[in-house]
């Protein structure tokens, strides 16, 4: 079960800061959720990055381990 919970949580996370990074792409000035981190467009840009592949690597993670555990076929 915490497996399919992290998994839900990786996907969650890059859903979320993938439709950030495209409106940051669209739009310079809008932040979103990393408005706090100051640093320009860039660097907001870098960050989505980073934590949409954070995303990815969690919920890929937890669907192997899900796997590994004959949970997933």
């Given at each position: 079960m915490k497996y399919d919970i992290w998994q839900v949580v990786g996907a969650a996370v890059t859903?979320?800061?993938?439709?950030?990074?495209?409106?940051l792409l669209v739009d310079h000035d809008d932040t979103g959720l990393l408005g706090w981190v100051g640093g320009g467009?860039?660097?907001t840009l870098?960050?989505?990055?980073?934590l949409v592949a954070a995303g990815v690597l969690l919920a890929g993670w937890a669907h192997t381990r899900?796997?590994?555990?004959?949970?997933?076929?």
């Amino acid at each position: 079960m915490k497996y399919d919970i992290w998994q839900v949580v990786g996907a969650a996370v890059t859903v979320v800061f993938t439709q950030g990074a495209i409106r940051l792409l669209v739009d310079h000035d809008d932040t979103g959720l990393l408005g706090w981190v100051g640093g320009g467009f860039g660097f907001t840009l870098a960050v989505h990055g980073v934590l949409v592949a954070a995303g990815v690597l969690l919920a890929g993670w937890a669907h192997t381990r899900a796997k590994a555990l004959g949970r997933r076929g």
